[in-house]
């Protein structure tokens, strides 16, 4: 991209980074075109967490609670956990970026998985680290490739499990044995976004990791599964050590009255939790058993999307597939800054969202 020049220099790093795009949210001549390409809920927030919301109308000329101490002690409660252990934030990202002002610098590296989440190697340009790619196995992240880049330099390493956009994850017994070879002073920061909608043996989100050990932090979302994305709101799961020093680097006031209030009321709503699950237990399979009829080759997801890789001819390509669903008023996410080209990744919607797009493919393969 294009750099504006300027008499100010910002520091070293900075102008190396790409913006993150997210995923389209309008198609041209549609109204409400069916949006697939951000992750978002099938079934759009709790009730109970919009009434929780709409309630605070009246109170916004107040300060929010700087502690976020409703929302720590909600979650606490659910995962059973400590909640003076618990971290709120601007979503995750936020989160990311305060690891990473607290515990890398110039100089330093931060390791990841290939295809991981753009926000890791933008966040380490943003401090002056060094982002580092491991390759993956299959999509899916590599424990002997990450081990083998590890550095004296290296101070951090993050691991989405699941991954967003391949889909994948690492079974708990990997996580550890990765975590088992790191030094102590080297931060894993596992990031699980997507936990809620896993339902695999063999799988932990991490909370049992940081309460066993001193070096590893567990981040997770209301964007997703809680269908909370516009009010930015995020949390980690962190050893006392580290929770007292991200309590000392982030804003005072950084988690906003509204969405703490939603949150409470999206944990304690267990009932829309379960029939968000239930949704995607449904559709996932069916969705993916489709693509796979239509000659599409997918990658096993756990999570609430499926990555769909392309022909590389070019009238049946992912690019010509992009714009063909545009077309209709389908938005998915086109995957050239992860390292994909080939590949779109399809959110989970609703049930008739996903019998439409399943057909515009089939046209558009001349499968139907």
């Known amino acids: ?87 709120c934030g601007a979503g995750s990202d936020e989160l990311i970026a305060l690891l990473l002002r607290a515990y890398v610098g110039a100089g330093d590296e931060v390791l990841y998985s290939r295809h991981g989440f753009l926000m890791y190697p933008i966040g380490a340009r943003a401090v002056g680290a060094t982002p580092v790619a491991a390759p993956e196995r299959a999509l899916t992240a590599d424990v002997e490739a990450l081990l083998s880049r590890v550095t004296e330099k290296t101070r951090a390493v993050f691991l989405a499990n699941p991954n967003n956009p391949t889909g994948t994850y690492l079974r708990e017994a990997e996580v550890r044995r990765l975590h088992e070879a790191l030094s102590p002073s080297v931060l894993l920061v596992i990031d699980a976004a997507y936990a809620e909608f896993v339902a695999r043996d063999d799988y932990d989100p991490g909370l049992s990791l940081v309460e066993q050990a001193e070096n590893v932090v567990m981040l997770r979302t209301f964007s997703k599964i809680y269908a909370l994305a516009a009010l930015r709101l995020g949390w980690a799961y962190c050893p006392p050590a580290v929770a007292d020093v991200l309590n000392r680097v982030r804003g005072p006031f950084n988690v906003n009255a509204a969405a703490e209030a939603a949150g409470v009321a999206a944990v304690e709503d267990t009932g829309a939790l379960a029939r968000a699950r239930a949704h995607n237990g449904r559709w996932l399979p069916w969705f993916s058993e489709r693509l796979s009829a239509l000659g599409l080759e997918l990658t096993p997801s756990v999570a609430d999307f499926v990555l769909a890789r392309f022909p590389e001819d070019p009238g049946k390509n992912s690019d010509a597939a992009f714009a063909f669903l545009r077309s209709r008023g389908i938005l998915v996410r086109k995957l050239k800054a992860y390292g994909l080209p080939h590949h779109l990744r399809i959110s989970i919607g609703a049930g008739e969202e996903m019998e439409t797009v399943a057909a515009a493919l089939g046209e558009f393969l001349g499968r139907r």
């Open 1 to 87: 991209m294009s750099v504006i020049t300027s008499s100010l220099k910002p520091r070293p790093g900075i102008l190396e980074i790409s913006p993150y795009v997210g995923g389209d949210a309008g198609a041209p001549g549609f109204a409400r075109p069916i949006r697939l390409a951000s992750n978002e809920s099938a079934l759009g927030p709790s009730p109970k967490a919009i009434a929780a919301y709409q309630a605070l109308a009246g109170e916004i000329h107040r300060y929010p609670d700087g502690g976020a101490l409703l929302l720590r002690t909600a979650l606490g409660r659910l995962h059973g956990v400590d909640p003076s252990r618990i971290v």
